[in-house]
């Protein structure tokens, strides 16, 4: 059963779940191939923890996932129940739960693993679609600040708006809050000049057993061009992908 976690609102979820074991390994696989980075999250959403789906075994029923590098942090997942995997794949959110994990290795290395969840949410919503930003290529928003111009680097973006990594915990980060004058380089596709609106924010634990603080903001009064400059990138970012999965590059 899937967890309260993944809870859509006044939505059913039943015209999103995935049930064919052929079509749960074809999504789970292309997120291994594509190293999407995957939310973990235990003790009712109460904490995530930031890893990578590294392998899928249909003939053992694994799902492989990295293991973090701190104890404190592997300990908390070893003993959580009923924890939620959040992803993407080609710009659709996944999400899936699986009752527990345990420790093992994969080539060599510690991992964890569990078994290939029975039944996933695929969920394609009409707003605007978010991509992950790679992570050989970061992208870095810069606001404006009483104590002066600061970077935050990018997770995601969409022509509605972006996610960004606060590590020093430098935004209040109360919803609602606004941000003028906020620069992002989108390389060859453009440069963004425009207004942030914080929409949520939480606390999210990374491999390496620090914690971060990853902040989900909105585009406000969009300036003329500017979509056509996201979509750019987004299209860049499809073409970049479609040619290595290709092996062009």
């Known amino acids: 059963m899937l967890g309260t976690q ?11 779940q995935i049930h064919s074991r052929r079509e749960i390994l074809q999504l789970l696989e292309g997120i291994a191939r594509q190293h999407q980075m995957v939310t973990l999250s235990i003790r009712d959403g109460a904490e995530v923890m930031l890893t990578n789906l ?118 209040a980060a109360h919803v609602g809050d606004q941000f003028d004058n906020c620069r992002i380089n989108l390389g060859d596709a453009g440069v963004l000049l425009i207004t942030l609106q914080i929409r949520n924010s939480m606390d999210v634990a990374l491999l390496n057993g620090k914690n971060t603080r990853r902040v989900g903001c909105r585009f406000i009064n969009q300036p003329p061009g500017m979509l056509t400059i996201v979509q750019r990138y987004i299209m860049q970012l499809e073409r970049e992908r479609n040619a290595r999965m290709s092996g062009l590059f």
């Open 6 to 16: 993944f809870e859509l609102g006044t939505e059913n979820q039943t015209p999103y």
């Open 54 to 171: 590294v392998k899928v075994d249909e003939s053992r029923d694994l799902v492989y996932l990295d293991a973090p590098q701190d104890p404190a942090v592997l300990h908390k997942i070893l003993t959580s129940s009923e924890i939620g995997v959040e992803t993407a794949l080609d710009r659709i959110k996944i999400m899936f739960s699986v009752p527990h994990v345990r420790e093992c290795e994969f080539a060599g290395a510690p991992a964890l693993c569990t078994s290939i969840p029975p039944v996933l949410i695929r969920l394609q919503r009409r707003e605007y679609f978010r991509v992950n930003t790679p992570s050989d290529k970061k992208l870095y928003c810069e606001i404006p600040l009483p104590q002066g111009v600061q970077q935050f680097a990018l997770a995601d973006i969409s022509c509605g708006g972006i996610a960004m990594m606060d590590e020093r915990r430098l935004l």
